[in-house]
């Protein structure tokens, strides 16, 4: 089992700068994959951005080069970070943190991320 804690997320203009964060504990060491999903209202939950183990990083076409995905870890917790800059009215949704594990996926409860034009 693997617990999700997202922080971050908020109301900020285009154009504007925001981080959002996932800890997970529990087994972190079956996790193989963390990184972001979002679902924008009427439309299907998309990747974000999504990095593994072997450190490959995918990037949803619409961030690239506007988001940053990090990982880091240590002996209780492994967190993912999301730098998301030079934001969009696009970009306004629901953020979830994912977390893939060789056993099961997991999400957080999500985050709201509302950018005004």
């Known amino acids: 089992q693997v617990q999700l804690v997202e922080s971050g997320g908020g109301f900020v203009q285009a154009g504007g700068s925001l981080r959002l964060s996932c800890a997970a504990s529990g087994n972190i060491a079956s996790i193989n994959a963390m990184g972001w999903y979002r679902q924008a209202p009427g439309k299907q939950r998309e990747l974000v951005a999504l990095r593994n183990s072997a450190g490959f990083t995918n990037y949803g076409d619409s961030v690239k080069g506007r988001f940053t995905i990090s990982l880091s870890s240590d002996n209780a917790k492994s967190t993912v970070t999301l730098q998301i800059n030079s934001l969009k009215s696009a970009d306004t949704g629901v953020y979830y943190c994912?977390?893939?594990?060789?056993?099961?996926?997991?999400w957080g409860q999500g985050t709201q991320v509302t950018v005004s034009s």
């Open positions: 994912f977390t893939g594990t060789v056993y099961d996926d997991y």
